[in-house]
C-alpha cells in the first residue's frame, strides 16, 4: 500500500507541474487555483477587485503578453534540431484549430446566435486558445515520449501567435489590413529588440534588469497602443535575441524569471476576475472542452507520424493541459473588442480548468521506479 501510495502521489505531482513554454519553470497548477480565485475575487464575486481595477490592470495585462511572447521567441529561436519537431507542432496545432474552430463555427450556425463579432472569428479565436498545450514538466530520466510532447508543447504556441496577430487586427476594426498588422507587429518586436540587445551587452547588475523591464515595458506598451498583439511583438524580440551573437537570451531569461510567476499569477487572477458568465458563454463551454479534446488527440496522432518512436496513443493525451497561452490570448482578445469577446473569455477559461482536471485522468503517468 505505500508503494502505491508513493507512485500516485509521484504520478500527480508530475501531472500538476506544468510549464508553458520552454524557459519557463514548472508551476503547480497555476490555472486550477487561480482562476477560481481571480472569480472570487472579481465583479462577479466579493468585488475586491473592482472594474475600476481591471481597467487599470489593461495595461499591466499587454507587458505580461509581451514577456509570454518573449519566452516562447527565446523556446523556438534556441531549440536544436527543431526542423522535424516544428512540423509536428504546427500540424498538431493547426488540426486542432480546424477541429474545434469548425466545430465552433457549426454550431452558431445552426444555434443562429446574435455575435458582436462574426461567428468565423469567433470559431477561428476559439481554435487558436484551445491549440496552446503546456505537457508536464519533465526531467533527463523520462521516457521518450513524455520529453517529445514537453519539446511540441514547447513550439505549438508559435503559429497560433502569428496567426492570431492577423486575427486580433482584424477584431480591433483597425483600417491596417490584418497581414499588415502582423507585419507591423513583427517589425516592432524586432526594432525594440535591437534597441534593447544594445544595451543589454553594456550594462550590469541592477542597470540591466532596469533596462530588460524597460524594454518589456515598452513592446507591451507600444503594441498595445498601436492595437497590435503584444504576444507576437514578444514573440519576434523573442527569436532575435536567441539568435543574437552572445549571450542575450540567457540574460534576458535570466532577469525574466525573477517576475516569471507573480506575471503569470496576475495574469489568471485577471482573467478570473474577467469571467462575466453568460448565455453564449456557458452555451460554448461544453463544446469547446469535447472538440479540443477530440483536436488534441488526433492532432497527437498526426504529429506522431511526424517524429519517429513517440507511441501515438500517448502524444495527445500529454498535450491536453492547456497552460495560460490561451488564456493569454483571450485576455488580448477582450482588449480590443471588451463586449464581443466575453464569451470568448468565460468559454477559454472555465474551458482550461476543466482540461486540467481532465488531464490528471487521461495522462500517462511517468513510469514507476525500478524496484531495487
Not at 497555476?30 to 465583479?43: A, D, E, K, Q, Y
Not at 477582450?334 to 468559454?347: E, K, M, S, T, Y
Request: glycine content about 12%.
Amino acid at each position: 500500500m505505500k508503494v502505491r501510495f508513493r507512485t500516485s502521489g509521484r504520478t500527480l505531482g508530475s501531472l500538476l507541474r506544468t510549464r508553458a513554454a520552454l524557459g519557463l519553470r514548472p508551476a503547480m497548477a497555476p490555472v486550477m487555483i487561480f482562476l477560481p480565485l481571480g472569480m472570487v475575487l472579481g465583479p462577479a464575486g466579493t468585488r475586491i477587485i473592482g472594474t475600476d481595477a481591471l481597467a487599470h490592470l489593461d495595461v499591466v495585462i499587454s507587458i505580461v503578453l509581451a514577456t509570454l511572447g518573449v519566452f516562447i521567441g527565446i523556446a523556438a529561436g534556441t531549440q536544436r534540431s527543431a526542423g522535424r519537431l516544428a512540423a509536428a507542432s504546427t500540424l498538431e496545432a493547426a488540426i486542432t484549430v480546424l477541429v474545434v474552430g469548425g466545430a465552433t463555427y457549426l454550431l452558431l450556425r445552426s444555434w443562429g446566435m446574435p455575435s458582436l463579432v462574426p461567428h468565423a472569428l469567433v470559431a477561428l479565436v476559439l481554435g487558436l486558445c484551445a491549440s496552446a498545450s503546456a505537457a508536464a514538466a519533465v526531467g533527463e530520466g523520462d521516457e521518450r515520449t513524455r520529453r517529445i510532447a514537453a519539446r511540441v508543447a514547447d513550439l505549438d504556441d508559435v503559429m497560433p501567435i502569428v496567426v492570431g496577430g492577423g486575427v486580433l487586427a482584424s477584431i480591433a476594426a483597425g483600417e491596417t489590413p490584418a497581414l499588415a498588422a502582423a507585419g507591423l507587429s513583427i517589425g516592432l518586436g524586432a526594432a525594440i529588440a535591437v534597441s534593447g540587445w544594445l544595451l543589454f551587452e553594456r550594462a550590469e547588475g541592477a542597470e540591466r534588469d532596469v533596462f530588460v523591464l524597460g524594454t518589456l515595458a515598452l513592446l507591451g506598451g507600444s503594441a498595445a497602443y498601436l492595437d497590435t498583439s503584444p504576444l507576437l511583438a514578444g514573440l519576434s524580440a523573442g527569436m532575435l535575441w536567441a539568435r543574437a551573437p552572445g549571450q542575450t537570451e540567457h540574460v534576458v531569461a535570466t532577469h525574466l524569471r525573477k517576475v516569471q510567476h507573480p506575471l503569470v499569477v496576475l495574469l489568471l487572477v485577471t482573467a478570473g476576475a474577467s469571467l462575466q458568465p453568460t448565455l453564449a458563454g456557458i452555451w460554448l463551454f461544453a463544446p469547446y472542452v469535447v472538440s479540443r479534446t477530440a483536436g488534441k488527440l488526433i492532432g497527437g496522432w498526426a504529429a506522431s507520424r511526424v517524429t519517429s518512436g513517440v507511441a501515438p496513443s500517448d502524444l495527445g493525451a500529454y498535450l491536453i493541459p492547456p497552460g495560460v497561452i490561451g488564456i493569454a490570448f483571450a485576455l488580448n482578445i477582450l482588449q480590443v473588442a471588451p463586449d464581443g469577446a466575453i464569451p470568448i473569455v468565460f468559454a477559454v477559461s472555465a474551458g482550461a480548468v476543466v482540461s486540467e482536471l481532465l488531464a490528471l485522468i487521461v495522462t500517462p503517468g511517468p513510469p514507476d521506479p525500478t524496484p531495487v
